[in-house]
Structure formats: structure tokens, C-alpha cells
């Protein structure tokens, strides 16, 4: 059994250890590669780990060490990280548009005036353009 396809590595064999299951979670290089990889990789204390898939025969495929990130994993987080704050300064912007929007119709109502209901009976259109000669 190898962990991935990239990760040319023997942890064990289906028919002398009892299956698939058996030895993906028995397995002792399994165990030990799961217990001291990531502590020891360079990505340990990356801030851009919440943005990253990193996976350890990637980096062995990109770099040869099990240790080192593949470098195209970083330059992914890195997109990741900027585009989740860009989504995010996106949100905030619409929710200030929106917030400010019901501010200005709270006031319209409470000033009386209203799209719906002018003071001489007729609706009221706002002028979105300046006024042409003979408009009146």
C-alpha cells in the first residue's frame, strides 16, 4: 500500500496485514510519518495556513522532501488569502451601501415625503437629471 500517488512510499501490504483499513490506520510509518510531519515541515506556523491544502506528497513530488511546501501551494494560498479579503471588503462595502440606503429611507419617511404619495396628489418622480428648458 503507498499513501498517494505521489508519495512513493511502502506502509504496508493488504494481504499480510489484514486489509486497506486495517493498514492505513495501524500502519507504523503511517503513524509516525502523521505524528512528526507536520510539526517539522516548514509549513508548522505558516500564517497562510488557513488558506492551504498542504499535502506532504505534493511537496515531495515538487521538491523531494516530504518537509519542504511545493512552492505552487504557497503561491495558491496566497491567492486564496487575498481573494477571501477582497470577498470580504466586498461584503462590508455592500452592507455599509445597504445601511446607508435604509438610513436615507428612514428619513424620506419620516420627513412625510415618499415616492408613492406627493403632497399635490400626484406621484412623485425624482429628478435624476438636471431640469431641460420647458420642463415645466
Given amino acids: ?15 499480510d496485514e489484514g486489509g486497506l483499513i486495517r493498514v492505513w490506520r495501524e500502519s507504523p510509518v503511517l503513524n509516525d510519518f502523521r505524528k512528526t510531519l507536520f510539526a ?37 494560498a496566497q491567492l486564496r488569502e487575498r481573494l477571501a479579503k477582497e470577498k470580504a471588503a466586498r461584503e462590508a462595502t455592500l452592507q455599509e451601501a445597504a445601511r446607508s440606503s435604509d438610513a436615507a ?20 418622480v425624482p429628478r435624476m437629471l438636471p431640469s431641460c428648458p420647458g420642463d415645466d
Fill in 105 to 124: 429611507a428612514a428619513r424620506r419617511d419620516a420627513e412625510g415625503s415618499s415616492i408613492e404619495d406627493a403632497a399635490d396628489g400626484q406621484p412623485a
Fill in 40 to 76: 517539522a515541515s516548514e509549513c508548522h506556523g505558516c500564517p497562510k495556513l488557513p488558506y492551504c491544502a498542504p499535502c506532504p506528497g505534493t511537496h515531495y513530488d515538487a521538491t523531494g522532501s516530504v518537509l519542504k511546501p511545493a512552492p505552487y501551494l504557497c503561491w495558491e
Fill in 1 to 15: 500500500v503507498y499513501p498517494c500517488m505521489y508519495l512513493a512510499l511502502p506502509v504496508g501490504n493488504v494481504r
